[in-house]
């Protein structure tokens, strides 16, 4: 920006000589370099906005799956710095996913507004530049931000996924007994409560467990003095032999009915108890969700349920159609998130230049607004799947639809200030 400003007038130099009635003509002979000039200025003031406000909304994205999946095997020494580390990065494509579009609205009015505030952009406008013009840099930004949403949502993201849970369960493998924590209730697995008072290795002290219905009501209660835990590569569990063992078990149908009596036994050894780790990781692998596989993946398996022949049985096509249905919500929801990024920035340019702000807590909550009225909109319509006669993979549609109407509206608007 030095090197140029010595060959051509500022932005405000070209205000203030509008203001004395020559600004047109200095832009009729410099319209070409400023227009390049303005278009670097802008782009390049966007971009390393851009660029820090996704990294913060990354990390905010991250920080919540670090303390769930993670936390608790760092504090337990399960996981290692180097494996720790790993672990994060390959969190990252995932994160970027939903900080993409938040982060480059967020950029959009930051620097605009700025530039608005400090009458930059009225400057340009009084030299004839255009807010469409003005905005041209920007949209080049989205459309790069764009692809590379598209990478992420269709590559990077689901590769990293999975070698994110595959580097994890591989981690815990090594390990097994490390999933029980001392002095921590542990409800990860499946109809179970599991409380240790202390562990040393495979011997446990002071255990209890709460056995649970579908309605999370406790059924049994399992309390032993001591006992150990033995991991059974076969069948992927966790089996638990009790010694000294107290069962109190109640009513099936109604456990919160303490007014009958409930059974209690005393054992010196309990039967043995299996408590599956298919939570933590599958022996056979890492099971693959759709929303995992790449975009070559997602055209494969939708190219093998439109081979399939339609079942007879209207219950068996009822469910076969919410299967192919859920899988389009999937293969649409990429596109849409990726273009968001386009949209978005549509709405910010405007709104960046209309609201003249510097404050950044302002400007992050309006982007936070926005884009998790997207988000709402098409989580609406994502609970359509079972409902595949209302086409919810095209209604996918209609909130990037509804957005980009907003932006134009506020174009239309702001040109006629």
């Not at 390990?175 to 542990?186: A, G």
């Not at 978005?344 to 702000?357: D, E, F, H, M, N």
Request: with cysteine.
């Amino acid at each position: 920006m030095t090197a140029a400003r010595r060959s051509f007038p500022s932005v405000f130099e070209l205000y203030f000589a509008n203001r004395l009635g020559s600004a047109r003509s200095v832009c009729d002979e410099l319209r070409v370099p400023r227009l390049s000039l303005l278009d670097r200025y802008i782009f390049k003031s966007v971009l390393f906005t851009c660029v820090g406000a996704v990294a913060l909304f990354a990390f905010i994205v991250i920080v919540p799956n670090i303390a769930r999946d993670l936390l608790a095997y760092v504090l337990t020494g399960q996981l290692s710095v180097a494996t720790f580390g790993k672990l994060v990065l390959l969190l990252l494509p995932f994160a970027i996913t939903y900080a993409l579009p938040m982060g480059l609205l967020t950029g959009v009015l930051l620097t605009l507004g700025r530039l608005s505030a400090d009458s930059e952009i009225t400057a340009m406008r009084s030299a004839g530049i255009s807010t469409a013009r003005i905005a041209q840099p920007v949209l080049f930004l989205a459309a790069l931000g764009a692809a590379v949403g598209l990478y992420f949502n269709f590559d990077s993201m689901p590769r990293a996924r999975v070698e994110y849970h595959r580097q994890l369960a591989a981690a815990i493998r090594a390990n097994p007994l490390s999933v029980i924590v001392p002095k921590t209730f542990i409800r990860d697995f499946s109809g179970y409560v599991v409380y240790v008072n202390d562990k040393q290795g495979g011997v446990m002290k002071d255990f209890w467990l709460w056995e649970l219905d579908a309605d999370r009501r406790v059924t049994r209660l399992v309390h032993a003095e001591s006992g150990r835990f033995d991991y059974d590569e076969t069948d992927n569990a966790l089996i638990l032999t009790l010694t000294h063992t107290q069962v109190e078990t109640r009513d099936a149908k109604n456990p919160e009915n303490f007014s009958d009596a409930q059974l209690v036994g005393s054992f010196g050894q309990s039967e043995p108890i299996r408590l599956s780790l298919d939570r933590f990781f599958s022996a056979g692998g890492v099971h693959l969700k759709q929303e995992w596989l790449t975009y070559d993946e997602l055209q494969a398996e939708r190219a093998r349920l439109a081979a399939q022949p339609r079942p007879a049985d209207p219950t068996a096509a009822q469910a076969a159609a919410r299967q192919r249905m859920k899988l389009e919500l999937i293969y649409q929801d990429k596109f849409n998130t990726a273009l968001a990024v386009i949209t978005l920035a549509l709405i910010g340019v405007p709104l960046g230049i209309k609201v003249s702000r510097r404050e950044t807590s302002a400007n992050f909550a309006v982007a936070l607004g926005l884009t998790l009225s997207y988000y709402l909109m098409t989580v609406a319509v994502k609970v359509l799947d079972r409902h595949p006669e209302y086409r919810p993979d095209l209604l996918l549609w209609l909130p990037n639809l509804i957005l980009l109407a907003f932006g134009v509206w506020l174009f239309s608007r702001i040109e006629k200030r």
